[in-house]
């Protein structure tokens, strides 16, 4: 099972970028996707999730209103709309997964919830 992020850059402050995660072996109709960042010396954090059974997300406070994350369940793939990008979202940005059957509470969109982690891309903001 892999799960691939991409679509990161370098952009200026104010920008859009749009990540997309794509996945093997992973349905999105019984797995919950989460977007993580991680910048250098902080730990890894929620950004946003989407949850297997109705599609339903979560945000951080800090990306509420900027971001949007989406799925394609027939492409099966998740997405990170992120508009209005400041200096302080530059992290590596990875998703992850975990199949519903591994949730024993609703998601809270924690690093230590999700089991399937793919390589991250790099987002810089920068002027």
Known sequence: VQLQASGGGLVQPGES??????????????????W??????NEREGVSCISSSDGST???????????????????????????????DTAA????AVGS???????RCTASEFSLWGQGTQVTVSS
Not at 18 to 31: F, I, N
Not at 36 to 41: D, L, T, V
Not at 93 to 96: D, G
Request: glycine share 8%.
């Open 36 to 41: 993580f960042r991680q910048a250098p010396g």
């Open 93 to 96: 940005y990875y998703c992850a």
């Open 58 to 88: 979560i945000y951080a406070d800090s990306v509420k209103g900027r971001f949007t994350m989406s799925r394609d369940l027939n492409m099966n793939k998740a997405y990170l709309e992120m508009n209005g990008l400041k200096p302080e």
């Open 101 to 107: 059957w591994e949730l024993t509470a609703p998601i």
């Open 17 to 34: 970028l749009r990540l997309s995660c794509s996945t093997s072996e992973v349905t999105l109709g019984v797995w919950t996707i989460g």
